[in-house]
C-alpha cells in the first residue's frame, strides 16, 4: 500500500508531490538482503531502543513462536526503495478480554519485554500517522489498536497521543506498571552504598564470605569470539532446575522457546549486543544473567541461579558486580524488564520504568463507536474495583 503523507514532518508540511511512503507488509522468513539491511539500520537510529523490535529478536520469534502465522510484521518506508521509518508487528485479535471484539494488537509473546516499535527519531509523528491510516483501509482491521509497554511520556508516547488528537480521538490508557530501572550517574560502589540498605549490605558480605569458604569463586563475562554455545547451554539447564522448571515456564521446558533463546543471543552476539554474565563456584555456575546492550539503553533480559545455594544470594551477587553498566559511556539507563514489585531487583535498582497499555480508536464511524462503548465499560469496571477510601476513625473528644 503506498500513502500520500498529509502531515508535517519536524513540524514542516510536506508538498503533495513529495515521495509517497510505503506502508508493506513482509514475510519475517523471506526478506531481501537489502530490507534486512534497512531494518538493522533503522535499530541503529530509532527514536526508543527495543531489542525484542529489533530483527536478530524478532524475525526468529516470529518464526518460532507464532505458530499460527497471525502476525503481521508492518514496514513503512519512505518511498518503493528508500530508508525504513519504522517497523511493527501487528496481529487481528477476535477478543478483547472476554469480550468479542475484533481489533488489532500489537503482537507480543511472553518473553517480549517491551511494546514500542522501532521508529527513526525524528519520524515518530509520520510513522503513527502512516500505520493507523493504514489500519483504517485495512479490512481485517477492526474497532481499536492495542499496544502493550509502551513507555510512559516517551517520544512514541508523546507522538502518538499528538497524532490520535490530530484524527479527532483521545489515547486510552488502559493499564498502568512500573519496573525496576537503573539510571544513575553514581559510581558502582556509590549506587551500592547508596541503594541497599547497611544491614542488607553486611548480610551479602557474610553470605559472599560463606560461599567463598564452599570453594573458589569467580564472576565471568562473555566475551566476543569465545564460543556461545556452553554458556547457552548453562544458562538453560541452570533455569530448568529451579522453579521455572518445575512450574513447566521454563525456556528449555519447550522446544519453541528454547530455539528462540538460541537464536536470539547468537543474533545479539553478532550484532555486539549481548553481554552475559556468571558467578561461578569452582566452575560451576551458580547465578547467570542475559544483558541486552543497545545504546543508549540496556535491558536485563534473563537471569537464574542455583536454588541449592539461595542461602548465599548468588543472584543478588551477580548483580552487585553487573552495575559496572554504570561505568558504560554507551548505556544510560538499564531496563530490569521485571515483574513489578520483583523482591530481588527492586531492592537493588532504585529507578523505575513506567509502562502503559493504551487503546486507539480507528476512524471508522461503527469503529469509533465501538471503542466509546467500550471505553465507557472499562472506566466504569476500573472504578467498580478500586477500592474504596479507608473511612476515617471518629477522633475522641479532647
Partial sequence: MTVHPAFPINGVAVPADAAPLTVRVVDPLALSPPLAEAWDRLAAEASEPNPFAERWCLQSALHLLDPDRRARLILVRDGSDGPVIGVMPLAPAAHYGRLPLRHVDGWAHPNHFHGAPLVRAGFENLFWSILLGWCDAAPWAKTLLHLPRLTEDGPLHRALIDVV??????????????????????????????AVRG????ELRRQANRLAEQGAVAFR???AGEPLDPWIDAFLDLEARGWKGRAGS????????EAWFRAILTGAADAGKLDLRALDLDGRPLAMLVNFLCPP????FKTAFDEDYARFSP?????????????????????SCAAPGHPMIDSVWRERRHLLWVNVPLSGAADRLRFTILTKLERGWRRWKRPAPAAEEPQDPA
Wanted: overall charge negative; proline content about 1%.
Fill in 250 to 257: 521454563a525456556l528449555a521446558s519447550h522446544g519453541d522457546t
Fill in 165 to 194: 488528537r490530530m484524527r479527532g480521538g483521545e489515547v486510552e490508557v488502559v493499564h498502568r506498571e512500573e519496573r525496576a530501572l537503573l539510571e544513575s550517574d553514581l559510581s558502582p560502589d556509590a549506587y551500592w552504598e547508596a
Fill in 315 to 335: 543472584g543478588v551477587l551477580l548483580q552487585q558486580a553487573n552495575l559496572d553498566l554504570l561505568e558504560d559511556g554507551r548505556i544510560a539507563w538499564v531496563d
Fill in 297 to 300: 539503553g540496556g535491558f536485563s
Fill in 221 to 223: 563475562r562473555w566475551q
Fill in 199 to 202: 544491614k542488607k549490605r553486611k
